[in-house]
């Protein structure tokens, strides 16, 4: 069913407006479950952090749809997106292409920012959902000890993450990954 938004409950309150540049797309096809990662280079100066929004309007729609995060250095980060079938969106980035200009809004989002003075932090997420951990782990310079707890459907579903994920486990940025399969096996986890 159609459902058409009036335009007065289009909110559109940012805390900065960017221009990124398409760094890598691994693209929905290579995946099992159409996830990919998109990595974006920021041409401006402005901050932010794993956890904060980025706010992507499509070519010819009105309304934002929100990616969380994962911030890579000052200038760089990565979504992790699940392509949707008939996703205008997902779509959209999905479709993207390496050196392609992208233009998105930035919403920061402090009560999803990694803990500064924790030793100990653990991690959960399903799917796409680690994207914004990615960032956080990836900057994990304090020593944290880190635990990820990821849930997918299946263990092939990881493989988008797993290169970056086995470098943070040598490198100590991760101490420990574990996993929950919902489709691998009869004894499903959750």
Avoid at 78 to 102: F, M, N, P
């Amino acid at each position: 069913i159609p459902i058409t938004l009036s335009d007065e409950l289009i909110t559109n309150e940012y805390d900065g407006e960017l221009t990124l540049n398409v760094v890598r797309n691994t693209g929905p096809e290579a995946s099992i479950d159409n996830t990919f990662l998109l990595f974006l280079e920021n041409e401006e100066r402005t901050e932010f952090q794993s956890g904060d929004l980025l706010a992507v309007t499509p070519p010819g729609e009105k309304r934002a749809r929100f990616y969380s995060i994962g911030a890579l250095d000052r200038n760089s980060f990565v979504l992790s997106i699940k392509s949707v079938e008939q996703g205008i969106c997902s779509s959209y980035l999905g479709a993207s292409e390496h050196d392609q200009t992208i233009k998105a809004y930035l919403k920061r989002n402090p009560e999803f920012h990694f803990p500064r003075k924790a030793k100990q932090v653990v991690m959960i997420a399903t799917g796409t959902g680690i994207g914004p951990f990615l960032g956080m782990i990836e900057n994990n310079t304090f020593g944290a000890d880190i635990a990820l707890y990821w849930g997918g459907k299946y263990e092939q579903s990881l493989d988008l993450y797993r290169a970056h994920l086995d470098a943070w486990m040598g490198t100590g940025k991760l101490n420990a990954l574990h996993t929950a399969l919902s489709r691998q096996h009869e004894n499903k986890k959750y």
